[in-house]
C-alpha cells in the first residue's frame, strides 16, 4: 500500500510569507504528527492530531499550526517565515494515536522548506 | 531534562565490517525505544521497537539491545554493505501528561566505504 505523502518535496520562501504543507497518511491510519529536522537540533516534535484533533503539541511558537481533515489528510501552516524555519518538515502516520510500542510510526519523505 | 545522546556522532568502515552504534537517555518514565534509519534526504524508517521488558530485537543484519537498568541501547549492524550507509536515529518515549512524548537523539552518521 502506498506509504506516507508529503507536498510540495522543495519549496523556497522568503522571509515573512507564510507556508503550507500538505500530508496524506497511510491508507486506515488516522494519527497524522509533523516534525522539523533540522542539522543541528536534530528532530524536534511539533504536534500530533487524531481524528481532527490536536492531541499533543511540541513546544514551537504560534506561527506554526496545523490541521486534519475528515479524511485524516493534514496540512501544516508556518506563518511569518524567518530565516531559522529552513528545515526538513516530516510528517508521520500510525494506526493509533501516541507512540505506545505496538504502535509502528512511518514517516513521509518530508518537504525541504528554504527560506531566503 | 530528557534526553537522548548518541555515540559516535559519525563512523566510516569499510564494507563488510560490523559495527555498534550507542545510545543513552535519560527519559523517565520509560515506555520503549525505537531506532530508525534515515537515507540522506529521505524520511525515517523505523527499524526495531523495544520496551522495558526486551533486551535484544533483530530486524535481519541489524540487532537492537537494551538495557533499561543503565538506561542504554546499542544498534550492532552485522557484515555491513553500501546501503547501510545513513544516519542511524534512537527515539525514546516516554508517558508525559496523559499523552506519549517522543525524545529524539540526533543520530549517529554511518559511512560505509568499498
Known amino acids: 500500500k502506498a506509504g506516507v505523502t508529503q507536498t510540495p518535496r522543495y519549496l523556497i520562501k522568503t522571509r515573512g510569507q507564510q507556508v503550507t504543507l500538505s500530508c496524506s497518511p497511510i491508507s486506515g491510519h488516522r494519527s497524522v504528527s509533523w516534525y522539523q529536522q533540522t542539522p543541528g537540533q536534530g528532530l524536534q516534535f511539533l504536534f500530533e492530531?487524531?481524528?481532527?484533533?490536536?492531541?499533543n503539541k511540541g513546544n514551537f511558537p504560534g506561527r506554526f499550526s496545523g490541521r486534519q481533515f475528515s479524511n485524516s489528510r493534514s496540512e501544516m501552516n508556518v506563518s511569518t517565515l524567518e530565516l531559522g524555519d529552513s528545515a526538513l518538515y516530516l510528517c508521520?502516520?500510525?494506526?493509533?494515536?501516541?507512540?505506545?510500542?505496538?504502535?509502528?510510526?512511518?514517516f513521509g519523505e518530508g518537504s525541504w522548506l528554504t527560506v531566503v | 531534562k530528557n534526553q537522548v545522546e548518541q555515540s559516535p556522532q559519525s563512523l566510516i568502515i569499510l564494507e563488510g565490517k560490523n559495527c555498534t552504534l550507542q545510545c543513552n537517555y535519560t527519559v523517565s518514565p520509560f515506555s520503549n525505544l525505537r531506532w530508525y534509519k534515515q537515507d540522506t534526504g529521505r524520511g525515517p524508517v523505523s527499524l526495531t521497537i523495544m520496551t522495558f521488558s526486551e533486551n535484544t530485537k533483530s530486524n535481519g543484519r541489524y540487532t537492537a539491545t537494551l538495557d533499561a537498568d543503565t538506561k542504554q541501547s546499542s544498534l550492532h549492524i552485522t557484515a555491513s554493505q553500501l546501503s547501510d550507509s545513513a544516519s542511524y536515529i534512537c527515539v525514546v518515549s516516554g508517558p508525559h501528561f496523559g499523552n506519549e512524548k517522543l525524545t529524539f537523539g540526533t543520530g549517529t552518521r554511518l559511512t560505509i566505504i568499498p
Open positions: 508521520a502516520s500510525s494506526f493509533r494515536q501516541g507512540a505506545s510500542s505496538g504502535n509502528t510510526i512511518y
Open positions: 492530531y487524531f481524528s481532527e484533533t490536536q492531541r
